[in-house]
C-alpha cells in the first residue's frame, strides 16, 4: 500500500511538473528571443474570413516556442548536453570543447567535404575576374578576400568526432586559383601569422573579435597600399553574449569575450544609422582621401570601424545582388568584396549589376549542339538581364567560358547559376550563366546565341 502510495504520489508531481510550463503560459511574460531565428507566430482560427485548418499545428508550433520559462529551460538543456554530453541541442550549433562554440553550417568546410568541383572554382576565378576588371575600366582599385570560418583558425576545440578528411577545403582551392592574382588578399595567412595571445574570434559566437577584425583590415588597407587605422590599447571584457550562445544558452549571463580600444574614431554616420546589422551603411571622415564600396556580409560589422577611418567616405552594403552603380559613377575609387568562407560557392550565384563587356569569339571552333540550352531574358531597370544553364554535355564538367551573342553583338557571361530566379532555390550548377546588357523591351529567347568556348578553342553552341 505504501508502494502504491508513494508511486502514485511522485506520477502526480511529475505530471503537475511537466504541467506547469503550459498552465502559466497566459501568466508570463514571453522572454526576448536572442535566437537567430523568427519564432512561429499565434495563429488565428480564422484568416480572411475563412476557417484556418492549419490552426491546430501552427498552434502547436506557437506553444513549442512560447510556452513559460522556456528560454530558461532551453537554456539549463542546452548547458546540460554541452558540458555533460559534449553535444549540442541545436543543429546549427556545435559544442565544442573548454566552451568553445562553433557554427553547424562550417561542418563541411571543417570536414573538407561537399567541397568545389574543378570548373566551379575555374567559374568563381573568372566571375571575380570579370568584376575586378570593371572596376579597373572605371578607375577603381579592387580587392577580393575571405574570412575564414572559426574552425579554420581554432579547430583544436573542434569535437573528437570531426576529423578532416584528406581533400582540400574550398578556400584552400579557391586560394591556389587566385594565388597569381594582385587583387587577393589572403586574409587566412594574415590571421594565423599574427602574434597575438588573446583569441582573434569569440569563444561563444560565429564571428571575429575586434581584434580579429583590426588585424584584417590591416591585411586589406595594406594590400591596398593604404593608410591604416590606429590601434591604440586594447582591453578586454567578459560582457558580450555569442550568437551561438543565444541560440542555445538563451537566458545565461552575457560572459563572452569581447576585445576593446581605447582609440576614438573621428568618422561620422551619413544618414539614419542603426545597427551595423544594416543593409547600407554610410561613412564620412574629415580630412582622409579616397572613396569606397564595400560589399559585406555578418563579417564586416566588426571592421566597419577600423576600415571607415581610413576613407574619406565609405559606402557598406550587404544587398545582393551586387550593384555598381557607384563604381561606373566614379563615387567609388576602391571596392572590397569580402565573404565569409562558408559562402564561398555563393560567388558562382547572383551574378553582380553591371554591363557585360563585349567579346570576340570568332576564332573559336564552334560545333552546333542539339542539346537545347535553358535561357531566360527579362528587364531589369536599365538593363536586360540574360541567365540561364547550358546542358552538362556541352563541356562535361571542363573549364568554359560562356558567351551570349544578341544582335550580332557578344557578350562575356558570368558563371552564375540564379537559382531562386530560375525557380530552383537551393539548387547549385557549374553550368548556369548570368549577365545584363543593355535594355532592349523587344528581345526574344530565339534570337539569343549562347556558345561555351574551353580553354582549347573549341566552343558548344545552340546555333
Not at 508513494?6 to 504541467?19: E, H, P, Q, S, T
Not at 583558425?153 to 586560394?175: C, D, I, Q, R, T
Not at 582591453?235 to 550562445?245: E, K, V, Y
Not at 535553358?374 to 540574360?386: F, N, S
Request: glycine content about 6%.
Amino acid at each position: 500500500m505504501k508502494k502504491n502510495i508513494l508511486y502514485c504520489a511522485y506520477c502526480a508531481v511529475f505530471a503537475a511538473v511537466c504541467a506547469l510550463p503550459a498552465a502559466l503560459t497566459p501568466f508570463v511574460t514571453a522572454d526576448d528571443n536572442k535566437e537567430k531565428r523568427e519564432l512561429a507566430q499565434l495563429p488565428k482560427p480564422v484568416t480572411d474570413g475563412k476557417l484556418n485548418f492549419d490552426y491546430f499545428d501552427e498552434f502547436d508550433s506557437w506553444f513549442a516556442e512560447h510556452f513559460a520559462w522556456r528560454s530558461k529551460l532551453v537554456t539549463a538543456d542546452g548547458i546540460l548536453k554541452a558540458t555533460v554530453f559534449g553535444t549540442s541541442p541545436n543543429s546549427d550549433v556545435i559544442a565544442g570543447t573548454d566552451g568553445w562554440l562553433y557554427y553547424g553550417e562550417t561542418a563541411d568546410d571543417f570536414l573538407n567535404i561537399n567541397t568545389l568541383s574543378d570548373r566551379g572554382v575555374s567559374n568563381i576565378r573568372h566571375n571575380l575576374q570579370l568584376l575586378s576588371g570593371y572596376c579597373e575600366a572605371c578607375g577603381a582599385d579592387f580587392i577580393f578576400t575571405v574570412a575564414p570560418n572559426k574552425n579554420s583558425l581554432y579547430p583544436e576545440h573542434m569535437p573528437f568526432n570531426y576529423v578532416e578528411s584528406a581533400n582540400e577545403g574550398n578556400y584552400e582551392l579557391l586560394a591556389e586559383s587566385l594565388a597569381d592574382a594582385d587583387w587577393f588578399c589572403d586574409l587566412k595567412a594574415a590571421l594565423l601569422a599574427a602574434d597575438s595571445n588573446i583569441p582573434l574570434y569569440h569563444k561563444e559566437d560565429t564571428h571575429w573579435n575586434s581584434l580579429g577584425a583590426y588585424v584584417g583590415h590591416l591585411s586589406l588597407m595594406g594590400a591596398l597600399g593604404h593608410e591604416t587605422c590606429p590601434a591604440g590599447n586594447w582591453t578586454t571584457c567578459n560582457d558580450r553574449q555569442g550568437d551561438l550562445a543565444a541560440m542555445i544558452y538563451p537566458s545565461a549571463k552575457a560572459d563572452d569575450m569581447q576585445v576593446y580600444s581605447d582609440y576614438v574614431p573621428q568618422y561620422t554616420y551619413l544618414g539614419h544609422f542603426r545597427s551595423f546589422d544594416d543593409v547600407t551603411i554610410r561613412t564620412s571622415c574629415e580630412g582622409k582621401s579616397g572613396s569606397l564600396l564595400m560589399y559585406r556580409d555578418s563579417y564586416g560589422e566588426a571592421i566597419i570601424p577600423f576600415i571607415a577611418e581610413c576613407f574619406s567616405s565609405c559606402e557598406f552594403t550587404r544587398n545582393v545582388p551586387y550593384q555598381t552603380g557607384s563604381i561606373a559613377t566614379g563615387a567609388a575609387d576602391t571596392v572590397i568584396l569580402e565573404i565569409v568562407e562558408r559562402n564561398i560557392p555563393n560567388l558562382q550565384k547572383y551574378a553582380p549589376v553591371m554591363p557585360a563587356p563585349e567579346a570576340d569569339i570568332s576564332s573559336a571552333d564552334v560545333q552546333v549542339q542539339t542539346a537545347a540550352p535553358l535561357i531566360r531574358a527579362e528587364q531589369a531597370g536599365m538593363y536586360t538581364h540574360i541567365y540561364g544553364e547550358i546542358p552538362e554535355q556541352w563541356v562535361n564538367g571542363s573549364p568554359a567560358v560562356i558567351y551570349v551573342t544578341v544582335g550580332g553583338t557578344t557578350y562575356e557571361a558570368f558563371s552564375c547559376f540564379e537559382d531562386k530566379l530560375l525557380g530552383r532555390e537551393g539548387e547549385t550548377s557549374d553550368n548556369g550563366f548570368s549577365l545584363y546588357i543593355p535594355a532592349d523591351e523587344d528581345i526574344s529567347t530565339d534570337d539569343i546565341t549562347i556558345t561555351a568556348v574551353g580553354p582549347d578553342g573549341r566552343a558548344a553552341a545552340n546555333k
